[in-house]
């Protein structure tokens, strides 16, 4: 390959990694903890004792008392059953507003006497940190498009990066030059870990690029080759049951017991987790019964569409009889996010998304160095602001995610939007601080910080319980115990590479942007 070539890739490969790392960064950092989504709603909502799921008897109960304090909730709304994660059942509606203002969400639960209870929405940690990780702290409606043309860019790094370090394959693979070379170290560590990784990063630049822009790439099809009937032709593949309208004619609600049972029925072996009324009471009644089905791998999605009045089933969705469109879409989403395979798979995706989070953070401190000038004190504008950027979007969202989790046991339990609200706080004042200070500064208390509210999650969760992680272990609570001693390794992780920072910051080079030996000037230049 010519020279001149081989530095356009090279440089396509820098400049798109500069451009996608920030917003890849928080969503791989995200990512890795969403995998735990369910573990992470257990987390949040346990109390000093482990509550046993209330019976599924009491469905019909709470239908009927909802239904009569808030008739106009006959039109929608939804009940979710109860589980080990979640141990309360739950019925939510949306009131609408007048004037078409944002609707009223409302979580009834029955008390133990039986009478209703409007409860205060769940902690949002598990659905926020899921935001987070699909739009990178941006407004969901459009965030998610941002990320995934991330995602696109993100595909090209790559697609650059195996071009520029093919011929070196191997080399670079087992090459991990330890000593007093910081740069070349953390290129070896740069490069091994993007090497060993490579297929688990291909998969996630093309099943976000899918999943997130999906619908945008349909257009096209739409209006140029189908005339405008693409969108139908593949609504089945995309939702199970698109909305109807009521007739009008009333007709008696089945009981939510006979409505399981039909379920049951219609889609053998399926784990009933939520049910969807559409218009109860209406002849053109409908109830959606979303599941899973146990013993699959890749594909466990399952759903029966059961008339509200008969339970006679209208439409089933099985991993057996689901179309190749769907098929591809929800095993996508699976492999995706590795719901399927068990602990091993999930630790697995956890340690590759860490590790995807470091290369985009590396790859801009390797970026830093390349521009660095030697033997002279005034750096470039662009290696300081990078600097300053790199740690304040870094570094502020991790510590704006254990902030996240250290609120969500701290903060009132009637106002979960404090969670989200602290997670913007800390990320907005840790990038403020980033650039109000030196970067070898910033970096030594930013990391100090992430340190220390990351160390206070167990603290946070021992506080609000009543029950240490040692004690929560012996009672057989491993979440409460697996999340306290993941948060103390990461916070004793933060501590050392503060430590690390600080012996770099007074003992390494003095003409780098990250020594405290020296006072640095900018130059105007870049």
């Not at 451009?19 to 989504?37: M, Q, R, S």
């Not at 019925?91 to 029955?110: A, M, N, T």
């Not at 980033?434 to 969760?461: D, G, K, N, S, Y």
Request: proline share 5%; net charge positive.
């Amino acid at each position: 390959m010519k020279s001149s070539t081989l530095r356009t890739f090279i440089a396509v490969h820098t400049w798109v990694g500069l451009v996608a790392g920030f917003c890849l960064f928080i969503a791989f950092y995200a990512g890795a903890l969403t995998l735990f989504h369910k573990q992470l709603r257990i987390w949040e909502t346990s109390s000093s004792t482990t509550q046993a799921p209330e019976s599924r008897a009491r469905a019909q109960s709470l239908i009927d008392a909802v239904l009569a304090a808030h008739p106009q909730a006959r039109d929608r709304f939804f009940l979710r059953l109860p589980s080990y994660e979640a141990p309360r059942m739950v019925l939510e509606w949306e009131e609408p507003v007048p004037g078409g203002g944002k609707e009223i969400e409302h979580h009834f639960s029955l008390r133990p006497d039986g009478t209703l209870e409007d409860v205060a929405p769940y902690s949002q940690l598990a659905d926020f940190i899921y935001r987070l990780h699909y739009s990178a702290g941006f407004p969901p409606s459009w965030g998610i498009y941002l990320l995934g043309l991330v995602c696109v860019l993100y595909g090209l790094a790559l697609a650059s990066g195996v071009i520029v370090y093919a011929p070196t394959f191997f080399k670079d693979l087992f090459a991990l030059r330890i000593g007093k070379n910081i740069k070349r170290m953390w290129q070896d560590a740069h490069n091994a870990i993007g090497i060993l990784s490579l297929p688990f990063h291909l998969l996630y630049a093309w099943s976000s690029a899918i999943l997130t822009l999906g619908v945008i790439l349909l257009a096209p099809l739409q209006f140029m080759v189908f005339d405008g009937k693409l969108l139908a032709l593949v609504e089945k593949d995309i939702s199970v049951a698109q909305p109807t309208r009521p007739s009008g004619v009333p007709a008696p609600l089945r009981g939510t017991s006979a409505l399981l049972a039909d379920a049951g029925r219609a889609v053998p072996g399926i784990r009933i987790e939520s049910l969807f009324y559409e218009h109860a009471g209406d002849a053109k009644g409908r109830v959606i019964v979303y599941g899973t089905v146990e013993g699959r791998t890749v594909l466990a999605q399952a759903a029966a569409i059961l008339d509200a009045s008969s339970g006679t089933a209208l439409r089933t969705v099985t991993p057996g009889d689901a179309s190749p469109g769907t098929t591809f879409l929800r095993g996508l989403q699976r492999l995706h996010f590795g719901s399927f395979g068990g602990a091993a798979v999930q630790w697995t995706y956890f340690f590759l998304a860490m590790a995807g989070a470091f290369l985009f953070y590396s790859g801009n401190l390797l970026w830093i160095e390349a521009r660095r000038k030697r033997r002279q004190h005034a750096q470039t504008r662009a290696s300081r602001l990078m600097a300053q950027a790199t740690l304040g979007v870094c570094l502020g969202s991790v510590a704006g995610i254990s902030a996240l989790l250290v609120l969500s046991k701290l903060a009132p339990s009637n106002l979960p939007v404090w969670e989200e609200r602290g997670y913007y706080v800390v990320f907005f004042a840790a990038l403020a601080w980033a650039f109000l200070r030196p970067p070898a500064r910033a970096a030594h208390e930013l990391l100090l910080v992430c340190a220390t509210v990351t160390a206070m999650i167990p603290l946070a969760q021992w506080t609000r319980s009543g029950i240490d992680p040692l004690h929560a272990l012996q009672r057989g609570d491993r979440v409460v115990a697996g999340i306290a001693l993941v948060a103390l390794a990461f916070a004793i992780l933060y501590w050392k590479m503060a430590r690390a920072v600080l012996r770099r910051g007074r003992d390494g080079d003095p003409y780098s942007v990250w020594s405290l030996r020296s006072v640095h000037a900018t130059a105007d230049q870049q």
